[in-house]
């Protein structure tokens, strides 16, 4: 009998598999990877697998995991088409899988740059497995390198090459970093730690091409020349949709889902960074690429699948190490209004708690754990501590402030 | 290698070998106990690889204040013998200690 067929072993779809089984799912599971590697922790890619030659990936579940769940795990497979009035799967290799569920947990793929130069040798992206291990294996020998945008994975990448004595230079298109993941205030102290470890940051420069003979040498701004040794391009993802456009679903920035997660057939779903999910509380659709909407997502899917219809409303929350900084993020700070800073001992900013309409919406905290995990506690119940109270920054005061007002909630 | 006892949300009780200097948390997940899905991969940031610890010969290594406060703010209750177990290194000093899985 046809069970639950998952293209994609990521966060999102590793997760799901797991979570079928803890709902006490008993069907087949199938899940499909394009990726040739053994499921892994993507976060970790750009820091702690690349100081060492021989670190190896951190993978999701053990293998005995998936033997031991009954989920078959086909690595290096691409699933090619969906033919929906069967309800199958076909994948490169000729074969076909029945599906009563059908499940898209692609993910996305690094946005390309199309300037001249952009395929020399010498340029990377930094998403895979795959990308992490040319990356490692090309940085001996390199002293400088220019990081073409000025997002979560470039950064990351650019604090981590610094650390190795590298001279870096981050170029980002907008006035300032980070766009729209984190506020301007987050961005700039973000900024200000980069050059402490000693990046270059460049903001509001256009990039006019990639130069080298056979290989990188230089990237041409629109002001000046930066010589390299090696580029990374970080201008970040677009979701992996090809499969869903080529089988009629509606696409729209990513695979368009309903609340439970459900797209416009009704025996496909999607989840995680290639999918467009209504917002709870607004219904509003959107695209989160984070590994806490991928893994909540699968969870609130896995309990749908088993027999417990379950809409999807999780606070989002991300994080971001950037060297020594640590940087969290709790709700989403779209429609605020209003911004109130907190800063450590030292005078450095320590968080941003952001009100849209007088309510709680959103926390960013930098090297500040205590805080980020209340402010999740905070979202989920939807209190609002007073404003002196979170100006603050004191987690004990907040956690004050928050047990009563559920107290009397 | 440290013998570790992980005693599993259904209360399953798994003893496994587990390489020094890795996290008690990867040698968890290596081995395939269940209940640690730690997600953020051993960041101390999302508190899916807490545990308690039942028994150990020695006193484990103080707890940083990251831990600490990730733990005393999480939504399963911390108590006195919790720990976030990517923060926590195997060594021979933990051989025979027994941690009970929190899960998520």
Redesign the interface.
């Known amino acids: 009998m046809a069970g639950v067929v998952i293209i994609g072993a990521g966060h999102g779809g590793t997760q799901l598999a797991a979570g079928l089984r803890d709902e006490g799912y008993a069907g087949t599971i199938d899940l499909i990877s394009a990726d040739p590697d053994h499921p892994y922790h993507k976060p970790p890619l750009s820091k702690s697998f690349m100081k060492a030659e021989d670190a190896p990936l951190q993978p999701l579940r053990a293998p005995v995991f998936f033997a031991d769940k009954d989920i078959r795990l086909h690595l290096g497979q691409t699933a090619t088409g969906i033919d929906r009035a069967a309800k199958t799967v076909t994948l490169a290799d000729g074969a076909t899988l029945p599906y009563a569920a059908l499940v898209l947990a692609t993910g996305t793929e690094a946005r390309r740059l199309t300037l001249p130069g952009h395929d020399l040798p010498g340029v990377h992206t930094l998403r895979t497995a795959s990308d992490a291990r040319a990356l490692r294996g090309a940085l001996p020998g390199v002293a400088r390198v220019v990081v073409i945008g000025g997002g979560f994975i470039g950064l990351e990448a650019a604090a981590m090459l610094a650390g190795r004595g590298i001279a870096v230079t981050v170029a980002e298109l907008a006035p300032r970093l980070l766009g729209r993941a984190a506020s301007a205030e987050v961005a700039q102290a973000v900024a200000h730690e980069l050059e402490a470890l000693g990046v270059r940051v460049l903001t509001g420069v256009s990039v006019e091409a990639i130069e080298g003979e056979g290989r990188v040498a230089a990237v041409r701004l629109g002001t000046e020349v930066l010589a390299a040794d090696l580029v990374i391009v970080g201008i970040g993802a677009v979701p992996v949709d090809g499969l869903a456009r080529a089988a009629d679903l509606t696409v729209e920035n990513g695979v368009v889902v309903d609340a439970h997660l459900a797209t416009s057939d009704p025996h496909i779903f999607a989840l995680g960074d290639c999918a467009s999910f209504p917002a709870p509380g607004n219904g509003r659709h959107m695209r989160l690429e984070s590994v806490q909407n991928a893994t909540d997502q699968a969870r609130a899917l896995a309990a749908t699948l088993a027999g417990k219809p379950t809409a999807y409303g999780a606070v989002p929350w991300f994080w971001s190490d950037i060297g020594p900084m640590k940087l969290q993020i709790a709700g989403l700070i779209g429609a605020a209004d209003e911004a109130i800073t907190t800063h450590g001992a030292d005078g450095r900013l320590k968080s941003v708690y952001h009100l849209a309409a007088g309510r709680l919406v959103a926390v960013e905290t930098l090297n500040s754990a205590g805080e980020h995990m209340l402010a999740r506690r905070l979202l989920t119940d939807g209190v609002t501590p007073p404003r002196d109270v979170l100006a603050t920054g004191d987690a004990a005061r907040i956690k004050a402030a928050w047990q009563d007002l559920t107290a009397t909630a | 290698m440290t013998k570790i006892t992980f005693i599993e949300p259904n209360g399953t009780r798994r003893e496994i070998e587990a390489a020094d200097g890795q996290s008690v948390m990867?040698a968890a997940?290596?081995?395939?106990i269940d209940g640690i899905?730690a997600?953020?991969?051993?960041?101390?940031?999302?508190?899916t690889c807490h545990c308690l610890v039942i028994d150990a010969p020695q006193d484990l290594p103080e707890m940083e204040?990251?831990e600490?406060?990730?733990l005393?703010?999480?939504?399963d209750a911390m108590q006195d013998n919790s720990r976030l177990t990517c923060q926590v290194e195997v060594t021979p000093a933990l051989d025979g200690a027994v941690f009970q899985v929190v899960g998520h």
């Open positions: 990867l997940t290596g081995a395939g899905s997600e953020c991969g051993g960041s101390c940031i999302c508190a204040d990251t600490r406060d990730t005393e703010f999480t939504s």
